[in-house]
């Protein structure tokens, strides 16, 4: 029963189908059927991302290593962006140097539905409309109207054949490309307003099919947008100067600087990124991570007005991403200086104050720590603590020290302590030395001779001097010893420290050493006087040696060339002044006419003249020779007594019974056989003075007596009676006062009237002088 | 004996002073005013100054102690001064100690002769300065720090006072040895 049913089934679909071709093959046979077809559009580039690249950041497929890569930032339209969700951008402009070149757009070009070949016309603006298309109203599928074009200011492959071609039915589905900085438009391509506002540009992009002669352009455009960024650098905070403060400033949580070039550093702030501490970075663009690619040079601009002044100094310091701050000496464009009100204060140190402004700048963006905290360049006044003063030689420490507890001025009475050094007669002071003893809180005395401080670039450090004022007594008194009223000012151009220049020394000593005669080897361009001499105003005749006194003020200037004031000056700590004495000397030599030392020529005087003697009548000397000069060297007005042994026959063999007794023969006035002293020999009788007129000889004579009978016989001027001091006795001839105008030289005569009876021979006597200074000495200046 | 030497160097030296003639010396007086507590020694001092003279000098320094001041020379005069120096003379001062206080001034002279040969004919000259002072304040205990004048050097013994000592105590020795020696046999026994 199956099998027959299957079997008819058979017959019966087998006979259907032959009756079903059969009538197909008779159509076919009576219809010719026909199509056409049409080149179309090419489509539109679509998927456009822009080079992003990073240094030393997290590898994406291993991110335990860092590695410099290249990754992408998608239009967002598309995909979903790597680094945020922005859009399109970079940090990277028209001519960064990516690994590549310059930074490159990528995008998938057109499919045209033939496989014709087909560019990319590409237009960049800086319009962003450009890419939204809605300024171009006119724009058609086949037209591309001029105003487009121009809009392309920045890319413009917007013109047909003049695109960029890509390999249709290419795999890559990016394998349309544009690599900027190829052309000068480009340089638009940056970032936007004051560096850190974004800036967008518009893209736009069609397909254009290469085929002849539809010219095809897709239907559609592709439009997006691409954003350039940067970011301001990390503000600067916590600007300190690197010195540190010495000795007992007044505040210690400000900022000091001795140097007028300090070194100065200061931190860096994520402020910007919300986080508050130290980065390793200047500026968060700096190449390894996102958007921040490449690494931004960062300049740091350091500006420093003087508070009184505004805007003095400019100070430009160029720091670039790899510099390490603290140890990168910058370069000034003026110092720090010191302005002319600068004061001392009571602490002994000089101050000025500065403000400051640091601006961290990357040559687009800045950011700036401006105006929020000031500065004092300091600098301490050296003290002078002591002044040794020395005759003896070249070393001070072997001479006197002007103790300045017993020196000051300010303590009242006589010198009676060790301020007081030796005079020597007939000279000034032949090696009068000082050493100054200053001691400086700053510790780095310098001269120039001895270099500056280890500071590269060296500061322009005013250099220390030492200054040493002597004056004479002046009625004004202390405190007047200044450098415009000193009687003799010297400058110390030698510097000893106690300690190594280079790491500076608390206690400097200024050496000066003093010639006699004006010497311009040791004390260059200061007002030369030589020593001072000896021999003028007595300060306090009570104090017996009545003496000279000087005053002394030594100062020195440190780097802010300002000075201490002298004793009673404002504020305190002065320098103090100092008073020294020389000491008493008493010194007359008797000299020939010519200043010739007697002894040194014939260790004789001649009495009565180098005439022949006549006996019993005056032999008063009438040759120039017959004058000796007695001056006084020492520097105290000298009473003279004089006194004369007998004459006694010394030739051998001539010599009589006949003896010359002074004192027997002595009869007051001329009618003695007297032996006088005389200061002329202008008549031939002694007792009678020459005229009025006469510019020498006013003295009356004396007759001298064997000892220990003497006669007082020396100069009165006015009513002081003595020899006065020799003012000029250093020149050659020395240039001492006569008796007609003062009292320093005195001149003798020895007239004699021999008895009667005297053997002829020659006779001796020996003469003696003595010099006793007078109780009073007078004030006067010689 | 001694005597007779005294004598004969008091000659001597008067021979030098008449021989000798032009000494022109400065004399300074180095040391202020002092303070002195009786009883205690204070130094004191002058400079003698022979710059521009050939010779050496003798010069003599005489106190003239009409206060209770006691002085004593470092170098006794009359002393030796070299030629071209400034040459000091220190010494020792002090006061007894009864010397009630108060302020004294001392005086003194020096008078120098040169040890040069003496030539030419005429009268020689001498110089003398007088009356010098030496200023002092006797006080109970001091007020202020004096001038400060080198302390007298420490002389060595002289070679003659050391060669005696020697020879003493050499023969102090050969006593001893010898008293020893005879000492010895005793014990013995």
Request: glycine share 6%; hydrophobic share 35%.
């Amino acid at each position: 029963m199956n099998k027959k049913i299957f079997l008819i089934s058979q017959i019966i679909f087998i006979s259907i189908l032959i009756i079903f071709l059969s009538i197909n093959v008779k159509s076919q046979t009576a219809v010719t059927g026909t199509f056409t077809t049409q080149n179309t559009r090419p489509g539109t580039p679509i998927d456009m991302m822009i080079q992003q690249h990073s240094l030393n950041s997290s590898d994406p497929v291993n991110p335990n290593s860092k590695i410099d890569f290249d990754h992408a930032d998608y239009d967002n339209l598309f995909q979903t962006n790597p680094d945020d969700t922005l859009g399109m951008d970079t940090h990277m402009v028209y001519n960064s140097s990516a690994p590549t070149g310059g930074t490159l757009l990528w995008w998938n070009a057109s499919v045209d539905p033939e496989s014709n070949a087909v560019e990319t016309l590409l237009c960049i603006g800086t319009d962003e409309s450009v890419g939204t298309g809605i300024a171009d109203p006119a724009f058609t599928p086949d037209s591309l109207p001029a105003t487009i074009a121009a809009r392309c200011d920045i890319v413009n492959k917007f013109v047909r054949g003049n695109g960029i071609a890509v390999t249709a039915g290419s795999s890559n589905p990016r394998a349309s490309k544009y690599q900027f900085a190829s052309l000068a438009s480009e340089n638009k391509f940056y970032y936007g307003l004051g560096g850190t506002t974004p800036n967008t540009f518009g893209i736009k992009m069609y397909g254009h099919e290469l085929s002849t002669p539809d010219d095809f352009i897709s239907l559609t455009g592709y439009f997006a947008s691409v954003t350039l960024l940067n970011s301001k650098p990390y503000r600067p905070y916590n600007f300190t100067t690197q010195d540190l403060v010495l000795g007992n400033m007044n505040n210690q949580n400000l900022n000091f600087t001795h140097s007028p070039v300090p070194i100065i550093a200061w931190n860096l702030t994520g402020i910007d990124t919300g986080t508050i501490g130290e980065h390793s970075d200047f500026d968060p663009d700096n190449g390894t991570w996102a958007d921040h690619f490449p690494r931004d040079v960062v300049t740091f601009r350091i500006k420093i007005n003087r508070t009184e002044s505004p805007d003095l100094s400019y100070l430009i310091a160029r720091k670039d991403d790899t510099m390490v701050y603290n140890d990168t000496p910058w370069t000034p464009i003026a110092a720090l200086d010191w302005p002319s009100s600068t004061k001392l204060g009571a602490d002994g140190y000089a101050m000025t104050n500065y403000s400051f402004e640091i601006e961290a700048r990357d040559y687009v963006a800045s950011n700036v720590l401006n105006n929020t905290g000031w500065f004092s360049l300091y600098d301490f006044i050296p003290i002078v603590k002591q002044v040794d003063m020395s005759d003896t030689d070249s070393d001070p420490g072997a001479g006197i020290t002007i103790v300045p507890h017993l020196c000051d001025t300010r303590i009242a009475g006589p010198i009676v302590g060790p301020c007081r050094i030796t005079a020597v007669r007939k000279d000034n002071v032949q090696k009068l030395n000082f050493t100054i003893v200053t001691f400086d809180k700053d510790n780095d005395c310098q001269v120039p001779s001895q270099g500056l401080l280890s500071h590269s670039p060296s500061p322009p450090l005013k250099n220390f001097s030492a200054t040493l004022n002597l004056c004479n007594y002046t009625t004004s008194g202390p405190a007047s010893c200044s450098s415009a009223s000193a009687s003799f000012m010297y400058k110390a151009s030698k510097l000893n420290t106690n300690g190594s220049l280079t790491t500076g020394a608390s206690e400097c000593n200024f050496t000066l050493f003093i010639s006699p005669i004006l010497d311009t080897a040791d004390q260059p361009n200061i007002n030369l006087k030589g020593t001072p001499p000896f021999y003028v105003r007595v300060a306090d005749p009570t104090n017996f040696p009545p003496t000279t006194e000087f005053f002394l003020w030594a100062n020195v200037t440190s780097h802010s060339g300002l000075l201490r004031p002298g004793t009673g000056g404002t504020p305190p700590p002065a320098n103090p002044e100092f008073k020294w004495q020389y000491s008493g000397v008493t010194a007359a030599d008797l000299e020939t006419r010519s200043y010739l030392l007697v002894g040194l020529v014939t260790n004789k005087i001649k009495l009565g003249g180098s005439g022949s003697i006549v006996l019993n009548s005056w032999n008063i000397g009438t040759t120039l020779d017959d004058e000796y000069n007695l001056s006084n060297y020492g520097n105290l007005v000298l009473d003279v007594r004089w006194s004369s042994t007998n004459p006694t026959c010394t030739t051998p063999g001539t010599c009589g019974v006949q003896q010359w007794d002074l004192a027997s023969s002595f009869i007051a006035g001329d009618t003695g056989n007297n032996l006088d002293i005389d200061d002329d020999n202008l008549v031939s009788t002694p007792s009678v003075e020459p005229p009025v007129s006469s510019t020498t000889g006013r003295l009356t004579p004396v007759e001298l007596l064997n000892l220990p009978t003497t006669a007082l016989f020396r100069p009165i001027t006015g009513s002081v009676a003595g020899l006065w001091r020799c003012v000029g006795a250093r020149a050659s001839p020395p240039t001492c006062i006569n008796p007609s105008t003062g009292a320093a030289v005195l001149s003798t005569f020895w007239p004699i009237r021999p008895i009667n009876g005297l053997s002829p021979g020659t006779y001796e006597s020996q003469i003696q002088y003595d010099l006793t200074p007078i109780a009073s000495q007078p004030t006067a200046l010689t | 004996m001694k005597n007779i030497l005294k004598i004969a160097f008091g000659i001597f030296l008067i021979l030098l002073l008449i021989k000798s003639s032009f000494a022109l010396v400065g004399v300074a007086i180095t040391t202020p005013e002092l303070q002195l507590v009786p009883g205690e020694q204070a130094r004191w001092g002058i400079e003698i100054q022979t710059v521009g003279l050939q010779d050496p000098l003798l010069c003599t320094i005489d106190i003239h102690k009409t206060t209770p001041l006691e002085v004593t020379l470092d170098t006794p005069s009359p002393i030796r001064v070299p030629a071209n120096e400034r040459f000091p003379v220190y010494a020792a001062i002090s006061v007894p100690k009864n010397t009630p206080n108060g302020k004294y001034t001392e005086t003194f002279d020096v008078s120098c002769a040169s040890l040069g040969e003496t030539s030419g004919s005429g009268s020689s000259v001498k110089e003398k300065h007088s009356n010098l002072p030496i200023k002092y304040e006797v006080v109970s205990s001091f007020t202020r720090p004096n001038y400060t004048v080198p302390e007298k050097p420490k002389t060595p013994p002289a070679p003659e006072v050391v060669l005696a000592v020697i020879v003493v105590f050499a023969i102090l020795l050969i006593i001893m040895f010898t008293y020893l020696r005879k000492q010895k046999p005793k014990k013995k026994r």
